[in-house]
């Protein structure tokens, strides 16, 4: 149980335009969501959490108006990267908490590549 | 705020030795700490968790002790296989239910 999917796994876009990437709990109903960032051998950095049906919390240092979080439902959170640079290009995991708990479950990540 | 200091890498060991990776936190009130594993290209598995002092985490041979009087949970396992090699971050989760991670260290098992 507690599987959490990501989908696309790797996606190229041309600088400018913008990615969306989901975030699905597919076997339970998620309260947060996280989304991180992992540059090349460093550890993950906590972008924004979201919570169903309320706006998304971001980090010191995120732009909200470039990383555009939706969190629809109890299962599902997007991460839409706008207007996107190659400086965007990462690793981007998502992450999903049930109520009263402290775990989080992981999804196996989003490989973006802006060229 | 939340903090947690991980030893440095990279590791690498012959199968069958006994691998320790250090891990120290800052933290105010009781957090709940973890050790998650990320294999190349993937994202992170939880491998233990303890959430109160004095509680051991074990999984796959691999434990790690929640020790609240030196504020560490150090990861160990005796005896490596290639199989373990990958990247071991040390996490804490506070109140709000957010992770601080360790920068990760990097595992090599050679056979």
């Known amino acids: 149980g507690a599987v959490v999917s990501q989908h696309p796994s790797r996606v190229i876009c041309k600088s400018g335009t913008s990615v969306k990437i989901e975030c699905r709990s597919l076997d339970f109903q998620a309260t947060t969501m996280f989304w991180y960032r992992q540059f090349p051998k460093q550890s993950l950095m906590l972008m924004a959490t979201s919570n169903e049906g309320s706006k998304a919390t971001y980090e010191q240092g995120v732009e909200k108006d470039k990383f555009l979080i939706n969190h629809a439902s109890l299962t599902l959170s997007t991460l839409t990267v706008t207007s996107a640079h190659p400086e965007d290009s990462s690793f981007y995991i998502c992450s999903a908490r049930i109520a009263s708990s402290y775990e989080q479950y992981f999804g196996p990540g989003t490989r973006l590549t802006v060229t | 705020g939340d903090s947690v200091t991980q030893m440095e890498g990279p590791v690498t060991l012959s199968e069958e030795a006994f691998l320790t990776i250090n891990c120290t936190y800052t933290?105010?009130?009781?957090?709940?700490l973890f050790w998650y594993v990320q294999y190349p290209g993937e994202g992170l598995q939880l491998l233990l968790k303890a959430t109160k002092a004095d509680d051991k985490g074990s999984n796959k041979g691999f434990e790690a002790t929640y020790r609240k009087e030196t504020t560490s949970f150090h990861l160990e396992k005796g005896s490596v296989q290639v199989s373990d090699s990958a990247v071991y971050f040390c996490?804490?989760?506070?109140?709000?239910?957010?992770?601080?991670f360790g920068a990760g260290t990097t595992v090599t098992v050679r056979a």
């Open positions: 996490a804490l989760s506070g109140s709000d239910y957010k992770l601080s």
């Open positions: 933290a105010t009130g009781y957090p709940s």
